[in-house]
């Protein structure tokens, strides 16, 4: 979840499915794979795998000459007995000045 507000048509949300049980598998897959093997250090085969990414989304509340916009992604993986969830922020990208927030506060997690 997050502050992002859509509502002025400004941003896009883009997600792609990865379904894994077969033996072809997409180079971005491995990708995620091999992060988590390298991090946690253990042999880690996906079963299932979805990419969310937001780009360019304004903060809420968005005007329309909002100019201060992020680009995030969220990717959560399973292998049918473990899960996890990868948060990558775009180098540089995060432009929402938090002091501003409706809510006064940042979160940021998954559930």
């Known amino acids: 979840w997050d502050d992002a507000d859509f ?3 400004v941003g896009t949300t883009w997600y792609q499915e990865y379904s894994t049980l077969s033996s072809t598998q997409d180079p971005f897959v491995h990708d995620v794979e091999g992060q988590i093997e390298k991090y946690l ?3 880690y085969e996906a079963k ?3 990419k969310v990414t937001w780009e ?3 903060a809420y ?3 329309w000459d909002d100019t201060q916009t992020n680009t995030y992604q969220a990717i959560l993986t399973t292998d ?3 899960s996890f969830a990868m948060l990558l922020y775009q180098d540089g990208g995060m432009q929402w000045n938090y002091t501003k927030l409706a809510a006064g506060n940042v979160l940021i997690g998954f559930s």
Do not use: D, E, M, N
Request: zero cysteines; a positive charge; charged letters at 15%.
């Open 41 to 43: 250090k253990t042999p």
């Open 7 to 9: 509502s002025q048509g």
């Open 80 to 82: 049918g007995s473990h």
């Open 56 to 58: 360019k989304a304004p």
């Open 61 to 63: 509340p968005s005007r």
């Open 48 to 50: 299932w795998t979805l």
